[in-house]
């Protein structure tokens, strides 16, 4: 009698398996320019991130990463190199996989003093593209744009691919993303602490995802 619950569930599981499958979306999104729509996007914050990488000590790379990224995308493929895009990343939910190093990064400085890193109420950080030049297959380009952070304004250029398009799913609107990857030096921007046990070179990887509006 006891085998029966573990078959009868496993029978269960059998049959509903496929039924999931029917239920699920399939891949919605394909790596086709054809199927981007012009007109102005906004950033999905839910499946938008900004991913950071330092060096630490010479041991191993560490990783953290910015979410909740707002802003609008610019797009006519008619004209992709008039694309534009601004985004705002919201520097207080940054994250790592450390609760003591997360609290590292948003502490207040010793006795009123500068913070080590953000401190408890950074601004903001924001970047404002300013060219977009596009390769001869115009699947990837170098963006440059204006990168403010800790309240200094640097230019910053991102290696940027398309990723796909399509309509989502769920709330069916077109969609586009794509994948970004850059370097900056972090000591441009007032961000000192450390270096070089942990590197200045902070190297970034975007993942961006934008609906139409």
Do not use: C
């Not at 991130?49 to 493929?77: A, C, K, M, Q």
Request: cysteine-free; proline content about 6%; aromatic content about 8%.
């Amino acid at each position: 009698m006891r085998r029966i619950a573990p078959l009868a569930a496993l029978a269960i599981a059998i049959v509903a398996v496929p039924t999931v499958i029917a239920q699920s979306p399939g891949v919605a999104g394909a790596r086709d320019k054809t199927r981007v729509a012009a007109g102005t996007y906004a950033a999905d914050p839910g499946h938008t991130l900004v991913v950071w990488e330092v060096d630490h000590f010479g041991f191993s790379r560490y990783s953290g990463l910015f979410g909740d990224v707002t802003g609008t995308l610019v797009i006519d493929p008619a004209n992709p190199a008039a694309s534009k895009v601004d985004v705002t990343i919201p520097v207080v939910k940054v994250t790592t996989a450390s609760a003591g190093l997360t609290g590292h990064l948003l502490r207040a400085g010793k006795d009123g003093g500068k913070p080590d890193f953000f401190g408890p109420a950074p601004a903001d950080a924001k970047f404002v593209s300013t060219s977009v030049v596009l390769d001869d297959d115009g699947d990837e380009a170098k963006v440059t744009g204006n990168l403010t952070l800790n309240g200094v304004t640097k230019a910053v250029t991102l290696d940027v691919d398309f990723h796909g398009a399509g309509t989502n799913p769920y709330n069916k609107k077109a969609t586009v993303g794509f994948e970004a990857e850059g370097k900056i030096r972090r000591s441009d921007f007032g961000i000192a602490f450390g270096i070089p046990a942990v590197s200045d070179e902070v190297e970034l990887e975007i993942h961006a995802a934008f609906e139409k509006q």
